[in-house]
Nanobody
Framework: QVQLLETGGGLVQPGGSLRVACAAS????????MRWYRQAPGKQRELVAT???????AYADSVKDRFAVSRDNAKNTLYLQMNSLKPEDTAVYYC????????????????WGQGIQVTVSS
């Protein structure tokens, strides 16, 4: 079984920075694309950033040039560095792993983290 643990959320002032992480544990051989989503109160969940297993990245227009997604494949961990935060970035952030290859060569699909609150407020 695979488990995901998100860490690093909290309260930050506008213009500040925060980094959230998503660590996957279990009998993992490799992970394909990894994504960050967010959901603000009363709004639909939106895709924030994607990173492929070879490091290619993509961002929502609303966070481009402010957020940076990265991954440490040795640690099976996904990161999201958020800079120049705005109140509209306030949301619950979720990591999503598209496909996990287990040591048994079986696959697990579509794993989601538990969500972590990020609040941007003065």
């Amino acid at each position: 079984q695979v488990q995901l643990l998100e860490t690093g959320g909290g309260l930050v002032q506008p213009g500040g920075s925060l980094r959230v992480a998503c660590a996957a544990s279990g009998d993992i051989l490799s992970i394909d694309a990894m994504r960050w989503y967010r959901q603000a109160p009363g709004k639909q969940r939106e895709l924030v950033a994607t990173i492929t297993n070879n490091g290619n990245t993509a961002y929502a227009d609303s966070v481009k040039d402010r957020f940076a997604v990265s991954r440490d494949n040795a640690k099976n961990t996904l990161y999201l560095q958020m800079n120049s935060l705005k109140p509209e970035d306030t949301a619950v952030y979720y990591c999503q792993l598209q496909r996990i290859v287990l040591s048994s060569r079986d696959y697990e699909y579509d794993y989601w983290g538990q969500g972590i609150q990020v609040t941007v407020s003065s």
